[in-house]
């Protein structure tokens, strides 16, 4: 009897303690289940995705990079340009002080011209030298032959670019693109194989512009062209110009240096990154528009992008979107100091193609997908392996323990005592 009301207490407990236990882990096996099933259609229409806050955290960094570059860029060139032209105002007073000669002296003599010229020409390259630049001119309000038809337009002065450039820190012979042959050769210099003796300023926008300007500080009458053919070459240039002074504060040129698109794209080459390909560029900005047939192109290693036609801006919440002959590049974009002759703020654009985004999301997403099927699988398969702790689903009957009526006798849990 003892015995029996002993069982009784211990063997019924313990019987429900293992079906609670096997319905607990059953319904978190259910549990789990569900989580996975969810995990896996949020992973399949790419919900669960960080991609694009990444994308637009590595685009931010690189254009932050990219706009202080450039930024310092122009800066270090605007300060060396103003120093150019006190330079060659200086040197322009001494020489015609010298001589007891007005400006307008210089017209209609070229063997004056040359000598100027030939003075000059030792401290452009001396500016050149130290410049990250790929030329560097000198342009004064004179001409050699006030008769001919272009003489409005002709103008002397010195223009110096180097030659056969094949990487981003110049060097190699300087040639002279415009200038009297005296004064080149007085320097050593070679001709430039598309060489004039003078430049035409018609090809020089904002040329007026700066020939007009009032002002104490010659920073206020800096500006920078957008990209222009050299006259003559297959060559695209920017061009900084800066106003040339005589002693009484009367403008007589310009001066400045160039950057060719050759040298442009040395200096900036693509940078490679887990979204592909990311390209610089500097582009004037019109509303929405990047005015790509006016802008200076980095490298554009890996892509079919070239400096033609207009590039739509469509701004997004991580990253902005640009459109260029149906096709579509993925990026960020700020506007960065700089006088532009046609008035356009000038932008610094980081992109990069979206077929190289897409890629990578693709992936980011099928590695999602595939942790959420072994999940799911390992939820389903977990039950099976494991029988003994999911009785309700083992094909045995549980067990069923015995219990002593008051009479003594022995009768099966749920069984009849007939």
């Known amino acids: 009897m003892l015995r029996s009301r002993h069982l009784a207490k211990t063997d ?20 789990l289940a569900m989580l996975a099933a969810a995990l896996l259609l949020l992973s399949v229409t790419g919900v669960l995705s960080r991609t694009a806050r990444q994308f637009g955290e590595t685009a931010a960094l690189q254009q932050n990079n990219n706009a202080a ?27 015609l002080a010298n001589r007891s000669l007005s400006f307008d002296a210089l017209n209609d003599d070229p063997a004056l011209i040359a000598e100027l010229e030939t003075a000059l020409i030792p401290s452009l390259e001396t500016t050149m030298a130290g410049s990250t630049c790929s030329g560097v ?20 002065g010195v223009y110096l670019r180097y030659s056969g450039l094949r990487s981003a820190h110049p060097s190699g012979s300087t040639a002279c693109f415009r200038g009297t042959v005296d004064a080149a050769r007085a320097n050593g210099l070679q001709l430039h194989n ?13 040329y007026r512009q700066v020939m007009t300007w009032e002002g104490d500080r010659l920073s206020g009458g800096c500006l920078w062209t957008e990209r222009v053919p050299l006259l003559d070459t297959w060559e695209n240039v920017t061009l900084l110009c800066v106003p040339v002074r005589d002693g009484s ?25 887990p979204y592909g390909s990311f390209v610089m560029l500097l582009a004037p900005m019109n509303g929405d528009t990047l005015l790509l047939d006016k802008a200076m192109l980095g490298s554009t290693e890996g892509t079919n992008l070239s400096a033609s036609g207009e590039m739509k801006i469509r701004g997004g919440r991580d990253y902005d979107t640009f459109i260029w002959n149906d096709t579509a590049y993925l990026g960020k974009y700020q506007i960065i100091p700089g006088r532009l002759a046609d008035g356009y703020p000038l932008a610094a654009v980081t992109l990069v193609p ?3 985004y897409h890629n990578r999301a693709q992936s980011a997403r099928i590695g999602w997908v595939l942790g959420s099927s072994a999940f799911l699988w390992g939820c389903w398969r977990w039950p099976l392996r494991f029988p003994a702790a999911f009785p309700c689903r083992s094909r045995r009957a549980l067990p ?19």
């Open 400 to 418: 069923q323990p015995e219990v002593r009526s008051r009479t003594g006798s022995l009768r099966a849990f749920g069984r009849s005592t007939s």
């Open 137 to 156: 001119y000198f342009c004064l309000d004179a001409t050699a032959n006030t008769s001919l038809p272009q003489s409005k337009t002709s103008r002397m």
């Open 69 to 95: 570059l450039f930024t310092a860029q122009m800066d270090a060139l605007s300060a060396q340009g103003i120093e150019l032209s006190e330079t060659v105002s200086g040197e322009l007073e001494r020489f």
């Open 12 to 31: 019924i407990p313990a019987g429900n303690r293992s079906i609670g236990r096997s319905l607990v882990l059953y319904w978190l096996c259910m549990a």
């Open 354 to 356: 979206e077929s190289g």
């Open 194 to 206: 598309r060489w004039n003796p003078e430049l035409d300023t018609s090809l020089i926008p904002g």
């Open 249 to 273: 504060g009367t403008v007589r040129g310009v001066c400045g240096m160039e950057l060719s698109e050759l040298y442009f794209g040395l200096s900036h080459s693509t940078v490679s990154g």
